[in-house]
């Protein structure tokens, strides 16, 4: 299991935004917050998530010229009498659709996000006093549209781990000690992951790997029929969502070549149990990788 101690720190440089996940939490609550100000006309949210020195301005698109025009700026006080007036005039709404927050980068003190809403998208700053996360600039362009929401989709694809072997009769067998052990640690691997699903194939060994990181997800794990494996319906399915899939030695390289569209990877050697596929997919581009535990 030494390995895994060389692992965990190349791919926490990967994963890591480089703070506790509760970091990322209290961030994505403050988006939260003022996107709901701004749709509900909430004053007390706006409070919460906007910080007095605010400086927010943007950027609106000419539908006769098409080009953006600057429009104004909107410091705190304005930000509060415009979102008062939204609540006294009824244009109020209660959107879920078109709403997205993604944290972009965490540092020390201040931290960078990305927010989509009917108005358009917004590239925030926040900064942390006392504790607590809150907004100090904003640019945004609008109107809103859809080709702006496009979000990227990232699968981790792994084999189950170690699995008992005493009983080569049995065709469903549990994880070893060693096996439980690796999938807590593809946890602590994985804790600076926000996963929205956890797939596994319907056997103790794969749902007993992917249980550590589900609970800590708190997803429910989803089921796969390795035998019947839809690259492009699995995309379509999973657009815009962070994905775990756990499989087997030949479906785990095969389902990552299924949405790839391409046979880039060879079947996993039958004594490894450390490899994780990493595929990203933003449009047309997709990208892979691949990290390998001896």
Do not use: C
């Not at 907004?135 to 979000?151: A, F, L, N, R």
């Not at 439980?180 to 994985?190: D, N």
């Not at 990552?256 to 990877?265: C, D, F, R, S, T």
């Not at 149990?273 to 535990?293: A, Q, W």
């Amino acid at each position: 299991m030494k390995s895994f101690l060389t692992l965990t720190f190349i791919l926490f440089t990967f994963f890591s935004f480089g703070q506790e996940k509760s970091d990322q939490e209290q961030i994505e609550a403050t988006l939260n917050n003022y996107i709901d100000a701004f749709y509900k006309g909430d004053t007390l949210k706006l409070k919460a998530a906007i910080k007095p020195r605010l400086n927010k301005f943007g950027y609106w698109k000419n539908k006769e010229s098409g080009n953006y025009d600057y429009y104004d700026h909107m410091s705190y006080d304005k930000a509060l009498a415009f979102v008062t007036k939204m609540k006294t005039e009824g244009k109020t709404r209660d959107e879920n659709k078109i709403r997205n927050v993604k944290v972009l980068d965490i540092g020390n003190h201040i931290a960078s996000a990305k927010v989509t809403a009917n108005w358009g998208i917004d590239y925030v700053l926040l900064s942390k006093d006392n504790g607590k996360w809150m907004i100090e600039q904003v640019i945004w362009e609008g109107p809103y549209q859809k080709e702006v929401e496009e979000q990227t989709t990232t699968y981790y694809f792994i084999r189950h781990a170690e699995k008992d072997r005493s009983d080569k009769t049995n065709r469903n067998p549990h994880l070893t000690k060693e096996g439980l052990e690796r999938a807590e640690h593809w946890a602590k691997i994985f804790s600076n992951v926000k996963f929205d699903l956890v797939y596994s194939t319907d056997y103790n060994r794969t749902k007993e790997t992917a249980l550590p990181t589900a609970k800590q997800n708190n997803v429910e794990i989803s089921l796969y029929d390795p035998r019947k494996l839809d690259g492009k319906a699995f995309m379509e399915t999973n657009k815009g969502k962070t994905v775990l899939v756990v499989g087997h030695s030949n479906t785990t390289p095969m389902f990552a070549n299924a949405v790839l569209g391409e046979k880039k990877y060879k079947l996993i050697n039958d004594s490894s149990n450390g490899n994780v596929y990493i595929i990203k997919v933003l449009g047309d581009s997709i990208t892979s990788e691949l990290l390998v535990i001896n």
